[in-house]
């Protein structure tokens, strides 16, 4: 037991190093985001001066080069909440980084009383596995898809990655067809998510495998803390 417990602990020592180093990349992008609103008039007139003195093609090279600036700043999700869209948006970039193709919607509903540590550790877990079963197929049958966001009166979170054959479920771990144990990071979501009163479920089939977290917000509410 206190062995478990010394290496649950030095597991959110890690995941709290993570955490924060995702919070000062997304600061970074915030900040950068601020800077372009500030600079925006001065885009302008740089445009309309080089429109007057007919350099269309500067226009064109100017015009292109704010665009591949403001692409990378509207690819940041905003969950609402900083240190969740540092997590995510550090996972989806190592996740582009892998050449895995992704297609990412997230916003928390409001009044969620889920801590940030748990809501972190949930997400972080869910696209560590999607990533992680990712990298073992071809570039080009790579992809990941992320949904959070509100279903009734639930918070609704499905991540589904691209995989390869279906694995079998032994306990509350996935075998896959080489006999490695997958989803220690899934036994630690289950565990949150049960905290605040709510379902885990992971669905593993031929090409793909679903992991979707449902949890009541009004249940939510006062239950601050981690696992």
């Known amino acids: 037991m206190f062995f478990n417990r010394l290496i649950e602990r030095r597991i959110e020592a890690y995941q709290s190093d993570l955490i924060k180093k995702y919070y000062d990349e997304v600061e970074s992008i915030y900040t950068k985001m601020r800077g372009w609103r500030h600079d925006y008039h001065n885009h302008i007139q740089a445009l309309q001066a080089s429109m007057a003195m007919g350099k269309y093609d500067e226009v064109n090279e100017y015009l292109r080069q704010l665009n591949d600036d403001l692409t990378n700043v509207d690819t940041v999700l905003k969950t609402g909440r900083v240190m969740v869209d540092a997590i995510l948006n550090g996972k989806i970039s190592l ?102 009163g709510g379902t885990f479920t992971a669905a593993s089939e031929d090409g793909g495998f679903t992991a979707e977290v449902l949890i009541p917000v009004c249940a939510v509410c006062g239950k601050q803390g981690s696992v």
Not at 113 to 133: F, K, R, Y
Request: glycine letters at 10%; aromatic letters at 6%.
């Open 95 to 196: 996740a582009v980084q892998n050449d895995i193709s992704v297609n990412a919607r997230a916003r928390l509903p409001e009044g969620l009383g889920m801590s940030d540590v748990d809501l972190c550790v949930v997400m972080g877990n869910l696209l560590d596995n999607a990533i992680e079963e990712n990298r073992k197929l071809k570039v080009g049958e790579r992809f990941l898809r992320v949904y959070i966001g509100t279903k009734n009166t639930f918070l609704y979170i499905a991540v589904t990655n691209a995989a390869g054959k279906r694995q079998e479920k032994t306990g509350r771990l996935f075998r896959s067809s080489k006999g490695n144990r997958h989803g220690f990071g899934l036994a630690r979501v289950e565990g949150i998510v049960k905290k605040y």
